[in-house]
């Protein structure tokens, strides 16, 4: 058995570096356990011809296609959404766009304002400081004074990246049209900025910044935390978190690469393993006392997960636009389709993202998927690749009982655990959300003079953004934590990730994220005194 920690922390990925660093920063001694390994930087072939063979196998946003050990195995074959995730240090940082928007005011009060999911027990105010403090450390590039947020004199730390000719030509479409749009926040540094790198505009961003330009955190927060004393332990998959006679968290059981396990005890345990890996976690953390899983006397772990149903809008003009240049997340964003509009026959709203129309392999894949293989392929290709942009549309995706995580003994990971199984099912109001935003991007194109355009609500939601499985409120008995993230059932217990989210919004939600484990150190912290600790 390790020496006890004053807190554990599981997961080294964004919430993970987050609160450890923080942590470290306060003087606080902290173990982060992580299942995955230190990213292999050799596979960020963006800078290479075969950037897009290497990420569609090695750096997959699916563990099911990687099939790493460090990976686990996520069950999905009735489910209409699959899961993104990496397992490493940085996680899914690994492969993300960088989109780092702040959720909208009218986010956090939904029932309120529409009947419909629940409110946050917290505001946009209140996260204003932490969301402040989150674009700093993440390096985001942008601009300050979107219309479409509450008026902010704070300056984000970098001017906004360049538009390029797709974000040019979308924009003045919208002007044209009356519709909001805004340069797109992203945690890519438009200049060097610490140990980043400016953006070489390449537009591989998914598949690992070979320039060290995109805000991963195993460099911007781990190699600081480690200086600072974290302990990082990689290679490490936890089996439980154990809890005492008390009721009180004690620490977690792991196993090393080698199948050796190992407890490591701790004041207090801090879960951030994603919204899939900390619902997984929780239920295998069943015992004494709570038989249908650690922190789940509301019956809610697991449940109400959201994922932001998505569709693409491809525009195609006549003339090259250069548009397989420029940053992944996207050059600008609309908004203007993003609260309830009575007469829509829905609620809620979708967030535009205008990204780059990709590299040749996708660009040539899509023609064959569409019958152009063959004669006239190299034609069609020549025309199109660089001539063309995507509207990726985000739809808010309201919390059901019935969209959850549960397990799935009869497949395994490597270890021997069970999978994480995802029961999802697209609704109708989100369906006919998509559709609406659909037709209106496809009117944005038409605007811009498009002379072909394409459009697809994706048959199985990639899943790109997984919240809400382990949902904060003030009722024990309708949320799993309270509103600084610590389970109410279990005092010493934290979650720090996007689990704890009671609704998605429609934007993207690292910087949200980051801004919840921020408050929720500040919280630990300045209650260090009276925290409950096991014996």
């Not at 020496?3 to 964004?14: D, F, M, N, S």
């Not at 196998?57 to 790493?68: D, L, T």
């Not at 009721?247 to 792991?254: D, K, V």
């Amino acid at each position: 058995m390790a020496e006890r920690a004053e807190v554990l922390v599981i997961g080294g990925g964004a919430a993970g570096a987050v609160v450890s660093l923080a942590l470290a920063q306060a003087g606080v001694k902290v173990v982060c356990l992580e299942q995955g390994g230190w990213p292999d930087r050799s596979l960020y072939r963006g800078d290479q011809a075969d950037w897009e063979l290497v990420a569609a196998k090695q750096m997959a946003f699916s563990p099911n296609v990687r099939g790493n050990p460090a990976d686990y195995p996520i069950v999905d074959d009735d489910s209409d959404a699959g899961m993104l995730m990496y397992n490493a240090v940085g996680g899914s940082t690994i492969v993300y766009n960088a989109v780092f928007p702040r959720l909208l005011p009218t986010d956090f009060r939904v029932r309120s304002l529409d009947g419909v999911g629940d409110d946050w027990p917290i505001s946009y105010d209140e996260l204003l400081p932490y969301y402040r403090e989150s674009e700093r450390q993440f390096a985001v590039s942008g601009l300050v004074g979107d219309p479409a947020y509450p008026d902010d004199d704070h300056d984000l730390p970098l001017p906004p990246l360049p538009l390029g000719n797709h974000g040019l030509r979308m924009a003045r479409a919208h002007n044209e049209l009356g519709w909001h749009w805004w340069p797109q926040p992203n945690a890519i540094p438009s200049q060097r900025y610490g140990g980043l790198n400016a953006c070489a505009q390449r537009g591989t961003c998914t598949a690992g910044c070979p320039e060290g330009a995109k805000a991963t955190v195993d460099v911007t927060h781990w190699p600081e935390a480690l200086r600072l004393g974290v302990d990082l332990r990689t290679g490490a998959r936890v089996t439980r978190v154990v809890t005492g006679p008390d009721g009180l968290a004690t620490g977690a059981e792991y196993l090393d690469r080698e199948g050796v396990l190992h407890f490591q005890a701790a004041d207090v345990c801090i879960l951030a393993a994603n919204a899939v890996g900390t619902a997984r976690l929780l239920l295998m953390s069943a015992g004494t006392g709570h038989p249908d899983g650690l922190a789940n006397s509301s019956g809610l772990v697991g449940r109400r997960l959201m994922v932001h149903p998505a569709a693409r809008v491809l525009g195609f003009f006549d003339e090259h636009i250069d548009s397989w240049q420029g940053q992944a997340g996207g050059a600008i964003t609309s908004l203007q389709f993003y609260d309830t509009v009575a007469d829509r026959g829905f609620v809620r709203g979708a967030k535009w993202t205008l990204t780059p129309g990709g590299g040749p392999v996708r660009n040539a894949l899509r023609i064959m998927d569409q019958g152009g293989w063959g004669p006239g392929h190299h034609e069609l290709f020549a025309a199109q690749f660089g001539h063309g942009a995507t509207w990726s549309v985000f739809a808010e995706d309201l919390p059901e009982d019935r969209n959850r995580v549960t397990l799935e003994t009869s497949r395994t990971d490597s270890d021997g655990l069970p999978a994480a199984r995802i029961s999802y099912k697209l609704s109708d109001n989100s369906r006919r959300l998509l559709e609406f935003n659909v037709d209106r991007a496809v009117e944005s194109f038409q605007v811009a003079r498009a002379h072909h355009v394409e459009s697809e609500i994706l048959p199985k939601m990639p899943g790109w953004h997984a919240m809400g499985t382990a949902r904060m409120g003030n009722d024990p008995g309708t949320s799993v934590v309270d509103r600084f993230g610590r389970s109410h059932d279990v005092p010493n217990l934290f979650v720090a990730d996007a689990s704890t989210f009671v609704t998605a919004g429609a934007v993207n939600p690292t910087n949200t994220l980051a801004a919840l484990a921020l408050r929720t150190v500040d919280h630990l912290l300045a209650g260090r005194r009276d925290q409950q600790v096991p014996a």
